[in-house]
């Protein structure tokens, strides 16, 4: 059993920053593939970006270049820095976690376990 909790979200204005970071308790982190997504109002939750247990990382292209995911196996926690934010970026972010090694299906949302999620408002 994995709990991940996300924190880091607020208010910030166009082209602003904000580093969102998600905690997770339970054993054997280093063996799970960490990703993150985000759902606006009436829109369907998508993906973001995502970290394999190796380090290797995974971007949807609206946030490449933008966004950075980093991990840290010895706290148990994975950031999201987000830099050059824009309006379209507004959405609760939710922090995912699943025991795999295939990095490429990180972009997939049938992840094991989910945060609450973070608010995260851009405001034009």
């Known amino acids: 059993q994995v709990q991940l909790v996300e924190s880091g979200g607020g208010l910030v204005q166009a082209g602003g920053s904000l580093r969102l970071s998600c905690a997770a308790s339970?054993?054997?982190?280093?063996?799970?593939?960490m990703g993150w997504f985000r759902q606006s109002p009436g829109k369907e939750r998508e993906f973001v970006a995502a970290i394999g247990f190796n380090g290797g990382t995974l971007y949807a292209d609206s946030v490449k270049g933008r966004f950075t995911i980093t991990r840290d196996n010895a706290k148990n926690t994975v950031d999201l820095q987000m830099t050059s934010l824009k309006p379209e970026d507004t959405a609760v972010y939710y922090c995912a976690a699943r025991h795999t090694i295939v990095l490429e299906t990180l972009a997939r949302s049938d992840y094991d376990y989910w945060g609450q999620g973070t608010q995260v408002t851009v405001a034009s």
């Open positions: 339970g054993r054997a982190f280093t063996t799970y593939g």
